[in-house]
């Protein structure tokens, strides 16, 4: 069958082949891995499959960390039961990316979202609407910037297989149907990825406002990982999913005790 990647295909190629190559170019045996959303995601991947390199991670910093995803928020999880619906549209349209802008878009977006248009406030509840509250932390200035680079589109299989997990409830590979996946995994249902060989010490750093990486999702992946040194809530009741790389007050917010826990593990 034809494969189109995933954040499945980044774990178990992509990021082994960063991580050597960092290790390589630097000649260090292990390196600090920070993570943010998918980002984390791919990790957990990637030490599934190839659990050896867990030898190669000093310490594991989780930023808004995405594993099981059963009680996201917004429209993912009213599209989530139209998952395969949405997916087998696309490829009668062939078209296998989402997400994607051009040169149109992004000469929209510097005229309609920079920080003095009447129309910059609709900008930034678009770009937060999946992501969660109204973007109050967001610096209006960079808008056009930010909105330049995000969405930079990805694969359709990318944000099918996240829906998957909102309505399996599970942390799991990518699910083709029954028999496809009798032929993928031998099974009729997709396996789970092993958690239990992220060995490494992890850090995982969550806000009860994030609508992706919910605090009960977040809660259920801490009692899996075996070796979680710390979780810690973002003291804000309105800190979102994107606040984490966005946000004005991140710095003091987040990123004092990030660079805390790296330097424990230096």
């Not at 990316?97 to 009447?118: I, Q």
Request: overall charge positive; hydrophobic content about 45%; glycine content about 6%.
């Amino acid at each position: 069958m034809p494969v189109f990647g995933s954040w499945h295909e980044m774990g178990i190629y992509d990021l082994p082949a960063v991580t050597d190559h960092v290790l390589n170019a630097t000649g260090a045996s292990q390196l600090h891995y920070l993570g943010f959303s998918m980002g984390t995601t791919v990790f957990w991947v990637m030490l599934s499959h190839r659990p050896h390199y867990a030898a190669k991670i000093r310490v594991m910093v989780a930023l808004g960390p995405v594993a099981f995803v059963q009680h996201v928020q917004g429209p993912l999880r009213f599209v989530a039961p139209f998952v395969n619906l949405i997916e087998r549209s696309m490829s009668l349209a062939g078209r296998h990316e989402m997400l994607s802008f051009g040169p149109v878009m992004d000469r929209l977006v510097s005229v309609f979202c920079h920080d003095e248009a009447l129309t910059a406030a609709i900008c930034q509840n678009m770009l937060f609407l999946v992501a969660g509250q109204k973007p109050s932390r967001l610096n209006k200035r960079y808008l056009p910037v930010l909105l330049a680079h995000t969405p930079a589109g990805t694969s359709v299989r990318t944000v099918s297989h996240y829906l998957q997990l909102v309505n399996s409830g599970s942390f799991s590979q990518y699910n083709y149907g029954k028999l496809p996946n009798l032929a993928q995994y031998g099974s009729f249902t997709p396996p789970e990825y092993k958690l239990q060989h992220v060995t490494v010490p992890v850090a995982l750093f969550w806000s009860a406002a994030d609508w992706l990486a919910a605090p009960q999702d977040v809660n259920r992946l801490e009692t899996v990982l075996p070796n979680v040194v710390l979780s810690k809530q973002v003291k804000s009741s309105r800190f979102s999913h994107l606040d984490f790389v966005w946000a004005s007050d991140a710095k003091d917010l987040v990123y004092r005790d990030v660079l805390k826990v790296l330097d424990d593990y230096h």
